[in-house]
């Protein structure tokens, strides 16, 4: 048998073996496969998060406003009455998940960064990617 500088079948399991290898040389490593779903999960992270920012910002501004329709007969929403604590409650529910949405989201979209940046060779490495022109597309 030959001696070459590819890895050979037996070698896949071989944690004692050649070293040289690559770790992004086979088309289906840990990195591609987390490079793959990273970028996704940014963009989903970012639109999640800034949807979550104007859901907050709707309800802040829906919050002040019954607030303030609230104060204009004199009472106060900070008084101790049924009436008040209810407008006070009113959107506790919407506001704790906007803001459990927000940082579950802006923390996917933080660590899949992190992941894009730590892995950002690997897909250039691989060479499975192929440009297409125009040309290219019009022949088929």
């Not at 048998?1 to 590819?6: I, L, N, S």
């Not at 004692?16 to 996704?40: E, F, K």
């Not at 927000?102 to 060479?127: E, K, T």
């Amino acid at each position: 048998m030959e001696d070459t500088a590819a890895p050979q079948p037996s070698d896949t399991n071989n944690t004692g073996g050649n070293q040289s290898v690559r770790p992004g040389a086979d088309g289906h490593s840990a990195g591609r496969s987390l490079s793959t779903y990273a970028r996704p999960a940014l963009i989903a992270g970012v639109v999640i998060a800034v949807i979550c920012i104007g859901l907050l910002i709707v309800i802040f501004a829906l919050d002040s406003f019954n607030a303030a329709a609230y104060s204009v007969t004199g009472k106060s929403v900070n008084d101790a009455t049924d009436e008040a604590r209810d407008i006070r409650e009113l959107y506790t529910g919407a506001r704790t998940g906007g803001t459990i949405g927000l940082v579950v989201s802006g923390v996917v979209a933080v660590a899949s960064g992190i992941a894009l940046y730590l892995n950002r060779g690997a897909a250039a490495a691989d060479g499975d990617d192929e440009d297409y022109d125009l040309d290219d597309l019009r022949d088929q």
